[in-house]
């Protein structure tokens, strides 16, 4: 299954206007388990009051880069993709609404280094699209100040259930060069990449995955089918946005022994 396609849907959609496009950030917030996880630590970790830079690698549609603008006016962020045309989105929408604090570039992060520069770094489901993840890392590492945080949200390659030797689809995205990180591989790496405080959490354990599978899931399968369903989406997320709601918070409040999502908090 193709997700790109429907992302450029989606994104040609809501950026008719300005007010459109902030609904579709409210609603990646509300509906993307991963979102909710990302805000409880980008809370604890961001200081307020105080003037910091930020890599968003793998900015996407920028939602990540809104809210951190919004919330922390203070901080300086830099939003690297490689695909040039969010890049001139982002730029453009980020501009009309007067965050100045917000610039967007084309770049690759398997090249990207700036030494010693940044205080945080957000890579949100960026890194089962690389490769080459160990130059990333190190990139990654050499480009945080000392004491700095780098947040990663990536899935685990634990969803056998979904993923086995009789299914042959094993991407539920085609577009991932690998299905996710065991918990060791990904300590091991960023290890090697030269941190030494890392702490590892599963994410998207039973509700989320339930939540994942009732909003996301099933809406790409019935996107892929037929765009004509973009119709029914709404009264489709209005039915079951109180579910929603209630298995994402559960998700962040236990601590799973296993889950198909990752966050790591690595620090410098």
């Not at 946005?241 to 296993?258: G, R």
Request: charged share 20%.
């Amino acid at each position: 299954m193709h997700y790109d396609p429907i992302k450029k849907l989606l994104g040609n959609v809501f950026n008719k206007s300005i007010l459109l496009r902030k609904i579709f950030y409210k609603l990646l917030d509300i509906l993307l388990l991963r979102t909710w996880h990302i805000k409880k630590y980008l809370r604890i970790i961001i200081p307020k009051n105080k003037t910091i830079n930020i890599l968003d690698a793998g900015s996407g549609y920028g939602q990540y880069s809104w809210f951190i603008a919004n919330k922390y006016p203070l901080s300086s962020i830099d939003a690297i993709d490689i695909k040039q045309e969010q890049i001139d989105d982002c730029n453009n929408f980020f501009k009309k609404t007067n965050r100045l604090n917000v610039v967007f570039q084309n770049n690759d992060l398997t090249t990207y280094k700036k030494y010693s520069f940044y205080d945080i770094i957000l890579c949100v489901d960026v890194m089962e699209h690389i490769e080459n993840d160990k130059i990333v890392f190190s990139n990654f590492f050499h480009s945080l100040k000392d004491n700095g945080y780098l947040i990663i949200s990536t899935p685990t390659n634990l969803n056998d259930h979904e993923h086995n030797e009789n299914n042959k689809e094993t991407f539920f995205v085609e577009e991932h060069v690998r299905d996710g990180y065991k918990y060791d591989e990904i300590f091991e790496k960023l290890k090697e990449a030269g941190f030494n405080n890392i702490k590892i959490n599963y994410t998207y354990g039973k509700p989320g995955h339930i939540s994942w599978l009732i909003s996301m899931k099933i809406p790409m399968i019935v996107l892929n089918v037929s765009k004509i369903f973009f119709i029914i989406l709404p009264f489709y997320y209005l039915l079951l946005f109180p579910i929603c709601l209630i298995l994402n918070y559960c998700d962040t409040i236990i601590n799973h022994k296993h889950g198909t999502g990752l966050i790591v908090i690595a620090k410098k």
